[in-house]
């Protein structure tokens, strides 16, 4: 039999249809195409006779047959919707220093180091290894600014057969002069690069998609967001991604080069950053009445207690 042909579990599964649901669905067999990932037959409460008659129905043999042992269980595969590829090798470092601190001494030094296509594609296939073995099947990864580095990331991840967005970090200012792009035009050219071998690699977008990721305000000058505006605006299936008040220290910095804006809201919605297909990192300092402008504009915030520490 071909590997090629359909491979199936059979056994218990526990999942949460709803918010604030659980189900635990003994007996279950599930099919899986190999060709996409995608589950093509599901049915709890099978009789084990019953269960080998419908494998054998499906073409699947026992030699492509999973069937869980007692204790064992599958669950989804767990998404992650806010991710720095390149910060794989700086876990854990620099807890406790602020923001901007944080980014100058510890995350733009690493970050640099993608420049080099070899050391990209060494730590990325970690990267996509490693979330695979956690049990991360999806993911919103925010790439460096280096556009050939992007392009690895996603040709990884499409080898590996993990599902993500992709996006190579837009900055242009106020970063150091070894980690920033020359100008607009440059970190336009290379987004626009990226998002086209992406859709070449992948042109269902079955497993990849781009996302537009400037990394926060602070990094984009005016005519840069402006840009990243119009590309959202010309391409409204890709989604966006962008950090959003993430400390108080981001906050103030971000306002004052803005100081025609009161309020993050205002200033990316001005942009054309925030829509029903933007994913906004952390926001952990929000008013009230910035909650439910997100709300009423349908973004998705990517909260997560470790990520915010």
Not at 6 to 29: D, N, Q, R
Not at 123 to 132: C, H, I, R
Not at 162 to 178: E, H, I, L, T, W
């Amino acid at each position: 039999m071909s590997t090629d042909s359909p491979f199936a579990f059979y056994g218990t599964v526990i999942h949460s249809p709803t918010l604030g649901s659980l189900e635990v669905l003994e007996k279950t067999i599930i099919a899986v195409s190999p060709s996409n990932g995608q589950i093509i037959h599901f049915k709890p409460n099978v009789a084990e006779d019953v269960a080998d008659q419908i494998l054998s129905s499906l073409d699947i043999p026992s030699s492509r047959t999973r069937r869980l042992l007692h204790g064992q269980f599958l669950i989804p595969g767990f998404i992650d919707t806010h991710n720095h590829a390149p910060q794989w090798m700086q876990r854990g470092l620099g807890q406790g220093m602020h923001i901007l601190d944080w980014l100058s001494g510890v995350t733009f030094p690493n970050e640099a180091r993608f420049r080099d296509p070899e050391y990209a594609r060494h730590v990325y296939t970690k990267l996509v290894t490693g979330m695979l073995r956690q049990g991360v099947t999806a993911a919103s990864y925010y790439g460096s600014l280096h556009g050939p580095a992007t392009r690895i990331l996603a040709d990884i991840i499409l080898e590996q057969g993990q599902r993500a967005f992709v996006g190579k970090c837009n900055m242009n200012r106020n970063s150091p002069d070894y980690y920033c792009e020359a100008s607009v035009e440059e970190s336009l050219d290379e987004t626009e690069q990226c998002i086209k071998h992406i859709q070449n690699i992948d042109p269902s977008n079955i497993y990849l998609k781009y996302v537009i990721t400037p990394r926060f305000a602070i990094s984009c000058e005016p005519k840069l967001l402006d840009g990243l505006g119009a590309i959202a605006k010309h391409r409204p299936d890709l989604p966006i991604q962008t950090h959003f008040n993430e400390a108080e220290q981001e906050v103030k910095a971000t306002l004052s080069l803005f100081p025609s804006f009161t309020n993050e809201v205002d200033l990316y919605s001005h942009y054309s950053i925030l829509t029903p297909r933007t994913i906004l990192a952390h926001c952990t300092i929000m008013t009230d009445t910035e909650t439910e402008a997100l709300a009423s504009l349908d973004c998705a915030i990517a909260h997560c207690p470790t990520a915010n520490m």
